[in-house]
């Protein structure tokens, strides 16, 4: 990743600071004085270090930029913790233990972000291999795959630094960290920190036989956040499920779970016919079900169409402070009845603005 010359960091900073200082109701007299403190910083040392309150308030302005996000309503409510002082494995461990546990909190889930040290020069003091915390592993059994093929490639990883696997569907694959220059250490996740959701259907006799199950909590944990032309490679954040992300896609795509097929003959449709909709109907009822068992085990849920009624919420809430909205539209629609939501029938601009989280390099590759 190409690094920021001292002048770049300067401009991304200032930019950033005046926006977050303006945003928090802070003076102009204190704005100045700030960015008086860091242009000196960035000339003494190369770079500069964020007060806790830029960095939450950071934190929290780069998911309301995040344009795939249909979840953006609740921004401000992200609980930021400050991890920036843990350097080494085993206290993160601990650290990423703490935030599980405090994120899935007995299935009422609160968006909580974990912020390691930022990237100095080319050197990252912490990184995380996972994709996400908690995953479920994937195996190559012939031509076949067991578990999940997205965590493939990321299963043979782990079990090339010593972890096997149960072979299982829905085996939680160890936490993998690695301190700057060292050889990556797994962990495994106690299984009291790990809720899971059994996927049953309140109609459909025989849906519980499938075996679906489910973890309760997404916490990406490979992207990299960017605040004020500071990286932060290690910054695992969590909000909580749109059913359709399990149920339309994880379950349902032909290269994850590739459910429907199953789905359907219990249903006893005619999957010999593309003309009898059987993947759609399917589709519904796998989707109605995760929403369903999800809503009785307690767990944080949301469904599409409140989904994008809190986007609306969003979308008016920005307009009413005088900030653009930016989206990418074909990750905003719903992957299930996408034209039921306003956002199929309008445009958005898919512009980046930062503070915000970026993909980056797989550690391994
Ligand atoms: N789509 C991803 C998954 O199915 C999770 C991405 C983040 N989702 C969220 N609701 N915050 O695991």
């Given at each position: 990743?190409?690094?920021?010359?001292?002048?770049?960091?300067?401009?991304?900073?200032?930019?950033?600071?005046?926006?977050?200082?303006?945003?928090?109701?802070?003076?102009?007299?204190?704005?100045?004085?700030?960015?008086?403190?860091?242009?000196?910083?960035?000339?003494?040392?190369?770079?500069?270090?964020?007060?806790?309150?830029?960095?939450?308030?950071?934190?929290?302005?780069?998911?309301?930029?995040?344009?795939?996000?249909?979840?953006?309503?609740?921004?401000?409510?992200?609980?930021?913790?400050?991890?920036?002082?843990?350097?080494?494995?085993?206290?993160?461990?601990?650290?990423?233990?703490?935030?599980i546990?405090?994120a899935t909190?007995?299935g009422?889930i609160?968006?909580?972000?974990?912020?390691?040290?930022?990237?100095?020069?080319?050197?990252?003091?912490?990184?995380?291999?996972?994709h996400q915390l908690i995953r479920y592993a994937g195996?190559?059994?012939?031509?076949?795959?067991?578990g999940d093929p997205a965590s493939?490639?990321?299963?043979?990883?782990?079990?090339?630094?010593?972890?096997?696997?149960?072979?299982g569907p829905f085996d939680v694959l160890?936490?993998?960290?690695?301190?700057?220059?060292?050889?990556?250490?797994?962990?495994?996740i106690?299984s009291?920190l790990i809720l899971e959701v059994p996927i049953v259907h309140?109609?459909?006799?025989?849906f519980a036989?499938l075996g679906l199950k489910w973890y309760a909590v997404p916490m990406i944990?490979?992207?990299?956040?960017?605040?004020?032309?500071?990286?932060?490679?290690?910054?695992?954040?969590n909000g909580w499920y749109m059913g359709t992300e399990i149920g339309a896609r994880n379950f349902a795509d032909?290269?994850r779970y590739n459910v429907l097929?199953k789905v359907?003959?219990?249903?006893?449709?005619?999957?010999?016919?593309?003309?009898?909709?059987?993947?759609?109907?399917?589709l519904?009822?796998l989707n109605a079900a995760v929403l369903h068992s999800y809503h009785e085990a307690g767990v944080t849920i949301v469904d599409?169409?409140?989904?994008?009624?809190?986007?609306?919420?969003?979308?008016?809430?920005?307009?009413?402070?005088?900030?653009?909205?930016?989206?990418?539209?074909?990750?905003?629609?719903?992957?299930?009845?996408?034209?039921?939501?306003?956002?199929?029938?309008?445009?958005?601009?898919?512009?980046?603005?930062?503070?915000?989280?970026?993909?980056?390099?797989?550690?391994?590759?």
């Amino acid at each position: 990743m190409k690094q920021h010359t001292q002048q770049e960091l300067w401009e991304e900073a200032r930019v950033f600071i005046q926006q977050c200082y303006a945003e928090l109701g802070r003076t102009d007299i204190e704005i100045e004085a700030r960015l008086d403190d860091i242009k000196h910083d960035i000339q003494e040392t190369g770079t500069y270090v964020h007060t806790k309150t830029e960095l939450i308030h950071g934190a929290k302005m780069a998911w309301r930029n995040s344009n795939r996000c249909i979840g953006r309503l609740f921004w401000e409510n992200l609980h930021v913790i400050d991890a920036r002082h843990v350097d080494n494995a085993e206290e993160a461990k601990a650290t990423l233990f703490d935030h599980i546990e405090y994120a899935t909190n007995g299935g009422k889930i609160r968006t909580t972000i974990t912020v390691f040290p930022p990237r100095r020069h080319e050197h990252v003091p912490l990184q995380i291999w996972n994709h996400q915390l908690i995953r479920y592993a994937g195996y190559e059994a012939g031509n076949d795959i067991i578990g999940d093929p997205a965590s493939v490639e990321f299963t043979k990883q782990c079990e090339a630094y010593g972890w096997k696997g149960q072979g299982g569907p829905f085996d939680v694959l160890p936490l993998v960290l690695q301190e700057s220059g060292g050889a990556p250490q797994l962990f495994d996740i106690p299984s009291r920190l790990i809720l899971e959701v059994p996927i049953v259907h309140p109609e459909i006799r025989g849906f519980a036989e499938l075996g679906l199950k489910w973890y309760a909590v997404p916490m990406i944990s490979d992207m990299r956040l960017e605040i004020g032309g500071i990286d932060y490679p290690t910054a695992p954040f969590n909000g909580w499920y749109m059913g359709t992300e399990i149920g339309a896609r994880n379950f349902a795509d032909v290269n994850r779970y590739n459910v429907l097929p199953k789905v359907a003959e219990l249903m006893g449709l005619n999957t010999r016919s593309a003309r009898s909709l059987w993947q759609d109907r399917a589709l519904v009822e796998l989707n109605a079900a995760v929403l369903h068992s999800y809503h009785e085990a307690g767990v944080t849920i949301v469904d599409h169409h409140t989904a994008a009624k809190q986007f609306n919420s969003f979308e008016k809430i920005e307009a009413a402070n005088d900030r653009l909205v930016t989206g990418n539209w074909t990750w905003l629609i719903p992957p299930v009845s996408p034209a039921t939501t306003h956002m199929f029938h309008k445009p958005y601009a898919n512009k980046v603005v930062k503070p915000n989280y970026f993909y980056q390099d797989k550690p391994w590759e």
